[in-house]
């Protein structure tokens, strides 16, 4: 697979988690988790890590309402009680208060139909970025879904054609 950014490619692999409702949660609790030194979770501790890191997204939500507050659609307090069920989808709000909560930047990618390659749609807390650590990259679907993206290669290539995409399931 390959990503373009700034005219630059590198090669990425795609690694699967559930569709639940808490995908976002457990692709950035994943990685987030990777980069403490810890194994891969397996789906059970990934659930955990996930909703963890909803609870601690939410808090966040609250902590920042005053700022938070004009990018939500429609009522603050109702929006806060739904996020809060683990079924119920994350989104851009979500990633935001997460970059905050993790001190981490985050970055989406989606597949572009027509080429086969990623490209980055959106960059969250870029205030967190580290020259020597990669953001977090996430896959978005288009359709509610989030999976992880690896990056398999740091240099930098041509780009030839379309992508190979491996999904796996988070085994320990």
Not at 13 to 39: M, N, Q, Y
Not at 56 to 70: G, S, T, Y
Not at 92 to 107: N, Q, T
Not at 146 to 158: A, L, M, N, R, T
């Amino acid at each position: 697979m390959t990503v373009v950014e700034n005219g630059k490619c590198a090669n990425f692999r795609v690694t699967g988690v559930p569709a639940d409702g808490r995908c976002l949660f457990r692709a950035i609790a994943h990685v987030a988790w990777l980069r403490k030194g810890e194994s891969v979770p397996d789906e059970n501790r990934q659930r955990e890590l996930a909703d963890e890191l909803r609870a601690l997204v939410v808090e966040e939500l609250l902590k920042r309402r005053k700022d938070a507050e004009w990018f939500i659609e429609g009522d603050f307090d109702a929006y806060v009680e739904r996020i809060e069920k683990p079924y119920v989808w994350g989104g851009e709000p979500e990633l935001l208060m997460a970059s905050h909560v993790l001190k981490a930047p985050i970055s989406v990618f989606m597949i572009d139909r027509s080429s086969g390659n990623l490209i980055n749609i959106a960059k969250y807390g870029e205030e967190y970025k580290k020259d020597e650590e990669s953001p977090i990259n996430i896959l978005f679907h288009g359709y509610g879904h989030y999976d992880i993206v690896d990056v398999v290669s740091e240099g930098y290539q041509k780009v030839e054609g379309g992508i190979s995409e491996s999904r796996s399931s988070l085994e320990a």
